[in-house]
């Protein structure tokens, strides 16, 4: 993300556009309606731990298809042979916390589907939650979701204000949007 003391949207601006330019532009803080989609996003933001978010858009595209599209459906079935393929695969971040957490979160969310009807419908019942509130619940119901990784999750996918200045021209496209941080309790 950008460097301390700096917005997102001030460092794009600032020339640091590529890969970012497109994830800040058509992404980033816009709500995700898609259970896969959403938890592509969860493992994408866990794979950032420890390392660049410009490491992780100019993977994303092999994450997808290393993860089979984020299909949750795919990955809750994922065995020892799948988390091997994951290691060896040098287009992602190999590393077996992160792999086996994804498979891990894959059967939870699949749980939160059966008892909410979709991941989406889980996270809107949960609206409106403060960061503060929102922690707990992310540690209590994932694998491998500190303070970082679920605050990004949520303001990336528009849970939580914050993905954009008022002052970006993006910032006018994902209110027109409707994320669920501007929505009503």
Known sequence: MPPPGSSYCAAVREGSSEPHGHYHDHQYGFPIHDDDALFGRLVLEI?????SWTT???KAANFARAYD???????????DDDVARLLADAGIVRNRAKIRAAVENAKRVRALQDAHGS???WLDA???LSLE???PLFKRTFVFTGGEITREFLVSTGYL???HEPSCPIYE???EADPPWRRPA
């Open 47 to 51: 794979n950032q731990a420890g390392l």
């Open 56 to 58: 992780i858009l100019r």
């Open 69 to 79: 599209g984020y299909s949750i459906a795919h990955i809750t079935a994922y065995g």
């Open 119 to 121: 991941f989406e419908a």
């Open 126 to 128: 949960q609206h409106p």
């Open 133 to 135: 509130a929102w922690l």
């Open 161 to 163: 204000e914050g993905a």
């Open 173 to 175: 496209r994902v209110l």
